[in-house]
């Protein structure tokens, strides 16, 4: 009796070990598989070579130093929730971090204050207009906005935990480094250029003083809101900052806890809601990931427990995105099957 017991007992597990074994090999035949290396480096090296001689675009001007930053720049880096870090093309190069920036600070707001702060003082909705849109402000009376737009990101900005200028400041960038993995730092010339340029954001935040939505000097929150956009960044370190929201909070290269879980989990939706400008629906319809770029001509993309995917490149389309920053993620996406609306039925 005993023997047939055993008997049974491992044909079951041979049993369930064949099922399983099957059950991997339908779904990766039906996903396309794992994310390997080779698979991975493939499609790098694909998008670069398919997209590095679109000319379409323009570098931003607005900011004038924007206009001088070479525009054949252009870099491709994923790195995985594990740190795998894969790069194609030029990742030495930085630019300016630009509004990237704005999802890392809203990431450190939820960390400092917990995501009800973001909710009840700035807004998690979409404006649906531009990314500086002073209406945006008066429509709802400083209400209803986001931290990924101007207003919304200056008043996040304002709430950064420290006692003045130098401390929201100093802290702000120790929070984007730990993101990235290594000390970032200013790009002089293009926050000198921005600064003295900045009055409609200056405007902005006093707008919102007015309704009660900012929560701290307006201008000095606007010179370092103005900073932060100036941080220098390559694409691999944005890869990076994108892996850390990807592997829930901590630096998968660095191992560095940066923010908790639960920031990520709020910082996402806003990014797949509003990280694009007037652009945001049609990108995350075509790629299914939360993303934001800035004017600096960078785009980070998170596949949330996967990876995260960056690329500069700074001629802009009329939205204010780079072109090929969205041409390449969306196809290095689509290559690794990478979208997490592609649901595989059971
Ligand atoms: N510093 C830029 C501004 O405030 C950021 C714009 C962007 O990248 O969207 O105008």
Redesign the pocket.
């Known amino acids: 009796m005993k023997n047939f017991k055993d008997i049974t007992g491992r044909l079951l597990i041979v049993a369930i070990a064949i099922c399983m074994v099957a059950g991997t090999a339908v779904s990766k035949a039906q996903t396309g598989g794992a994310l390997t290396p080779e698979k991975i480096n493939a499609a790098l090296d694909e998008a670069y070579t398919k997209f590095k001689d679109v000319t379409e675009g323009k570098n931003a001007d607005y900011?004038k130093e924007l206009a001088r930053v070479d525009p054949k720049i252009f870099g491709i880096a994923l790195v995985t929730a594990d740190g795998q870090v894969f790069t194609k093309g030029d990742i030495t190069s930085m630019v300016s971090i630009?509004?990237i920036s704005k999802a890392f600070v809203m990431a450190q707001i939820i960390e400092e204050q917990g995501h009800q702060a973001i909710q009840d003082k700035i807004g998690v909705d979409a404006t649906g207009l531009k990314?500086?849109s002073i209406v945006a402000v008066e429509e709802h009376r400083g209400k209803e906005i986001n931290p990924l737009v101007?207003p919304g990101a200056i008043a996040a900005t304002s709430l950064v935990n420290g006692a003045d200028s130098a401390a929201k400041w100093k802290s702000i960038l120790q929070f984007q480094s730990d993101f990235a993995g290594r000390q970032l730092s200013l790009n002089v010339p293009v926050y000198i250029s921005?600064a003295g340029d900045?009055l409609r954001?200056q405007a902005i935040a006093h707008l919102l003083l007015a309704y009660g939505r900012m929560y701290f000097d307006p201008a000095e929150a606007t010179d370092i809101?103005?900073k932060q956009?100036a941080i220098n960044v390559s694409a691999k370190d944005l890869a990076i900052m994108g892996a850390t929201l990807a592997n829930g909070g901590v630096n998968p290269v660095t191992k560095k806890k940066v923010v908790s879980p639960q920031t990520v989990m709020y910082t996402l939706p806003v990014m797949a809601t509003a990280g694009l400008?007037d652009d945001s629906g049609i990108w995350f319809y075509n790629s299914g990931l939360p993303a934001k770029s800035?004017?600096?001509g960078g785009i980070v993309a998170v596949c949330p427990g996967k990876f995260g995917i960056a690329v500069v490149a700074p001629p802009l389309d009329e939205a204010?995105n780079s072109v090929k920053a969205q041409l390449a993620i969306k196809y290095i996406v689509e290559k690794l099957n990478a979208n997490p609306y592609l649901i595989q039925p059971k």
Do not use: A, W
């Open positions: 900011i630009q509004s990314f500086n101007n921005e900045n954001n809101y103005t956009c400008y800035g004017v600096g204010g």
